[in-house]
């Protein structure tokens, strides 16, 4: 199962991402959303593996924290990383779907110096947030907007071609779609329908590639190694059963 | 029927509350009924007059090679293709760290070409080994019983049925050591097949594949018996093939799942327990119950006789259950007992005070079983599609206010003495075998599986009690994210009362076998064996009706089956009741 290019299924994903997030001491019910958005992401037909493990390494080595802080600006909300670090996008996809839950409308958010932009679109996403439009500027002043127009329908504006699972480093901005007319210049377009979208990786399953070694590595730090005397007792039957 | 128009009998006044029902004492008590999801998947084979074939047959004059069984509803095919081959003796267990195995199938959504069949020659004999697609819907294998299967097939090649009480004593002839679905080790993930009509029902399609595997066994003997016995050889009798069950080994990965589903499990046991408050609340019973009722005491009392096991609790209960129903038969004797106004409900009470939970599950069992036109709507209601969800508005006075009202049976739980957390569970490197560790003893306290249900709600009672009302849910998980996924479960939970074991899972009394009978009970199995605390093996479809039987009129006659003989009793839910 560790081996690289495989196809594995959205309960797959949802098993063994939960325990790699949990293998890199993030709490688990954060673990839990972290899988949420990752099937979203493979239902679209996304390689979940690619941005998430660099979110993942991002905490493993403490470049990012799960540390967030939330100041209220006028009709905007703000959270930010108070360690000078980033943060970690296991963090701030919660707080943002948590954020929206409690907000009106009208309310603005500001994320600053997310390490993985696309997970916490991933969590708008699989929250079913929609009329909202997520927008940022990363590392390579690649401009991306994600704009979610209903429940079935959503879609990437960049400026890159890029892929945008690969993003880093960038201030985020969450404000209402139909609020929204800026247009990153010189756009690709990719729109999407989640059912149908679904309905083809149910069929065809998740391809993952290169960086699914590493969530796997990360994975198995929540197995426990055996002994002789767990080989034995843990599982509460014999070594041989013949009848 | 859904889900809603469930929950409208909760407050009936012979439902049983959850605080009854969901302690692991009785949940290890528990029987197979009429909702169990082998019983409705083979009511709806009769209902959709399902077709089976065996299309294909590869071996050799072992029985080693490939075959292929179909079922055909209404609107598509399910195929079993099964791989059997040679293996040592000393290299057959029964756990997951097992490496080889008799008989391994896939259950193929559809009809499978060469080509499918060729890729998985390739994997399934692997197992966890081999990867799948979407389009095999299950993972599965089974071990001989040696002695059943040897001598079943000795005795038919020599033109004779087998022995009886040899078959009666192990149920099988081979015993399934796993049954994977819903998207493990890259096979279609449940919501791949859920709209679909045949699979809204629980487990419908893992269920299938073990009736094809039933049907595999019992063909594959009386193929080998002919092949060894030429013209002499005989096929089973229809009573003897019909009681044949196919065996299941469970052991700990079935108590994850059960934790992991909380509003699964709530439905379903809401299902039973308002069949139960159904039939318990007829004043005037429907004509011929009670004597349907009276006439399974006495099958039930021969099907406990059959129930032998080596386990010294079980085998105890088993004995007291056997005095009980003899007790309960006299004092049906007495008619000024049970005709009367609801007869149900006093059978029921006399039971509850007077018998063991054994023998009180038991009941609950055979007083649902003549009321199918009564029930048998709940099977519908017993899925769901919930997947749970983190409410940040919800305030926090709302938070401690459930706490306090729906978990003080894990709040009362005193988590600083040691054996209150003697347990862990954990997932071992070896195959990801999940397995049931001591503190201080088991190395991997730091990797435990969060299914510390009780223990995590104490904690977030008592950071509550230290935090101001004032605060949103939103701002006390970012403060605290380690409670975000008991905060979660309460939320999706505390309305659905059944689905929390309202018991301490890491105490130094606690049996995960509790756990793992009232899982396999709801599948539909019997004849539960513990081989430990940890694990146990049951039959399944034992007395169930054959492919060639699933249109007879008595196909949905079969609870607690007895060796050699079909149904004693008319019952009351299929065609054969014209025989009362």
């Known amino acids: 199962m560790s081996k690289s290019d495989l196809t594995i299924s959205l309960n797959e994903v949802l098993f063994y991402f939960t325990r790699a997030a949990f293998g890199v001491n993030v709490p688990i019910g954060l673990s839990e959303d972290f899988a949420y958005s990752n099937i979203w992401i493979a239902e679209n037909g996304f390689d979940p593996s690619l941005c998430s493990l660099e979110a993942l390494n991002n905490l493993d080595n403490q470049v990012s924290s799960l540390a967030i802080k939330f100041e209220k600006l006028n009709e905007s909300g703000h959270f930010f990383c108070h360690e000078d670090k980033f943060l970690s996008a296991l963090e701030a996809s919660v707080s943002v779907v948590d954020w929206i839950e409690v907000s009106t409308p009208t309310d603005e958010l500001k994320i600053s110096n997310v390490d993985a932009p696309f997970l916490v679109v991933s969590a708008i996403g699989a929250n079913q947030c929609s009329g909202l439009t997520v927008s940022w500027v990363d590392q390579d002043k690649s401009q991306y907007q994600v704009n979610f127009i209903d429940n079935e329908t959503w879609e990437i504006i960049s400026s890159s071609v890029n892929p945008i699972e690969l993003t880093s480093g960038a201030d985020m901005l969450i404000t209402s779609f139909y609020a929204n007319d800026n247009i990153p210049q010189g756009s690709n377009i990719k729109k999407f329908n989640v059912t149908k979208a679904t309905l083809k990786t149910l069929n065809n399953g998740v391809q993952v590639r290169e960086n699914w070694q590493g969530i796997y590595d990360y994975f198995s730090r929540c197995l426990v190694k055996s002994s002789a005397e767990s080989r034995a007792s843990g599982a509460g039957a014999g070594m041989v059963d013949t009848d | ?580």
């Open chain 2, 1 to 580: 029927m859904t889900a809603d128009t469930v929950l409208l009998d909760i407050d009936s006044d012979f439902m049983r509350p959850p605080e009854q029902v969901m302690r692991l004492d009785r949940m290890g008590s528990s029987f197979p009924t009429r909702l169990s999801f082998m019983r409705t998947l083979i009511r709806r084979m009769s209902k959709e007059n399902w077709k089976f074939e065996r299309t294909l047959r590869e071996v050799d004059k072992d029985g080693h090679g490939v075959s292929v069984y179909s079922a055909s509803t209404p609107s598509r095919t399910y195929s079993l293709i099964a791989f059997t081959q040679e293996i040592p003796p000393e290299m057959r267990t029964d756990r997951v760290i097992a490496e080889v195995w008799d008989a391994t199938f896939n259950l193929f959504d559809g009809i499978p070409s060469q080509e499918d069949i060729d890729y998985l020659a390739n994997n399934t004999p692997k197992q966890e080994g081999g990867r799948y697609r979407p389009s095999e819907l299950v993972l599965a294998r089974a071990n001989k019983s040696l002695r059943v299967f040897e001598n079943v097939i000795a005795s038919l090649a020599e033109g004779a049925q087998p022995d009886l009480d040899l078959l009666s004593s192990v149920g099988y002839l081979m015993r399934t050591t796993a049954v994977y679905g819903s998207g493990k080790f890259g096979c279609a993930d449940r919501a791949k097949i859920a709209d679909r009509e045949e699979c809204r029902a629980p487990f419908q399609m893992e269920l299938l594949a073990v009736y094809l595997i039933r049907w595999f066994t019992i063909d594959s003997v009386e193929e080998l018996a002919k092949e060894r016995g030429g013209d002499k050889a005989v096929k089973l009798n229809t009573n003897t093939r019909q009681f044949i069950g196919v065996g299941n080994s469970t052991g700990l990965g079935m108590a994850p799942f059960l934790l992991k589903h909380p509003a699964l499990i709530h439905n379903w046991v809401v299902a039973k327990e308002t069949a139960l408050a159904r039939v318990r609340s007829i004043e005037t019973p429907i004509q011929g119950t009670l004597e349907v009722f009276l006439k399974s005491l006495l099958q039930v009392s021969q099907h406990v006789d059959e129930w032998n096991v080596d386990d010294d609790v079980q085998a105890h209960r088993i004995s007291c259950l056997t005095d009980e129903i003899q007790a309960l038969r006299i004092w049906c004797e007495d008619e000024s007992n049970i005709f009367r106004p609801y007869p149900w409900n006093g059978i029921y009470h006399y039971v509850e005070d007077n018998f063991s939970l054994e023998c009180q599950e038991m009941i609950v069992s055979l007083i649902i079983e003549p009321h199918g036109s009564l029930v048998d709507d709940l099977a519908d209601t017993m899925s769901t599609t919930l997947i749970p969800k983190f409410k940040a508005d919800m305030p926090l006075t709302e938070l401690k206010a459930i706490v306090k009202d729906c978990y003080q049976w894990a709040t009362t739980i005193d988590f600083s003495l040691e054996e209150s957390q003697h347990h862990f569970w954990y997932y071992s490197e070896d195959k990801l075998e999940p397995r049931f560790g001591s503190k201080g003893v088991d190395e991997g306290v730091e990797q435990e599986m969060p299914l510390a249900i009780g223990r995590d709600v104490h904690d977030l009672d008592e950071m509550l009690s230290e935090t101001k009302d004032e605060m949103l849910i939103a701002e006390f998980v970012m403060l605290y994210p380690q409670f975000r996924h008991i905060i979660r479960r309460i939320q999706n939970t505390f309305l659905r009362p059944y689905s929390e074991v309202q018991d301490n899972l890491l105490g130094e009394s606690m049996r995960p076998l509790d756990l793992l009978r009232f899982k396999l009970a709801f599948f539909g199995a019997s004849k539960f064996d513990p081989r430990s605390d940890l694990w146990t093996r049951i039959s399944m479809y034992q007395g169930a009706p054959m492919p060639e039987q699933i249109s007879e009129p008595n196909h949905d006659c079969w609870s607690f089956p007895i060796v050699g003989r079909s149904q004693s009793y008319p019952c009351m839910n299929c065609k054969c009741q014209k025989a009362i």
